[in-house]
């Protein structure tokens, strides 16, 4: 964690290399690099966390979470069934409602009622942001 210029991103890829090293190249996608906005996201090389995770985009009113049915479910689950990290990049502009719709989610997905479905989550930024 830290203010810009500490070397985050420089973190995010080692981890990112170091567990694609480990898994031997063997499984597609085993970390997400999520960010709570597209900015952020492409920062990290990573993607938003609507996208990650098939989130409702509400324009007026929190995220709340609408659980997926049938092929959209099956495919979020195909495409992340070799997941072993999460990591998510300013996490500090995250809701908790978002953060709460994550969990769900991951549980739905891996059908694992342990936290996140069983998967790490790895949270990065400036945790001062929060107080603020």
Do not use: W
């Not at 985050?8 to 085993?30: A, E, R, V, W």
């Not at 709340?64 to 959209?72: A, T, V």
């Not at 992340?80 to 502009?93: A, C, G, P, Q, T």
């Amino acid at each position: 964690m830290g203010s810009g210029g500490v070397g985050k991103s420089y973190l995010i890829k080692i981890i990112c290399n170091h567990i694609k090293f480990l898994t031997f190249g063997d499984l597609s996608n085993p970390v997400i690099v999520a960010a709570p906005t597209g900015v952020a996201a492409r920062a990290v090389k990573g993607t938003t966390l609507h996208k990650a995770f098939k989130l409702p985009v509400e324009k007026d009113s929190a995220v709340q979470h609408k659980p997926l049915r049938g092929l959209q479910l099956q495919n979020l689950r195909n495409s992340i069934r070799n997941l072993k990290l999460v990591i998510i990049d300013e996490f500090s502009m995250m809701s908790y409602e978002v953060f709460r719709t994550i969990h769900l989610r991951l549980q739905e997905v891996f059908k694992n009622t342990e936290l996140f479905g069983g998967i790490s989550v790895l949270l990065v930024g400036n945790a001062e942001i929060i107080n603020q």
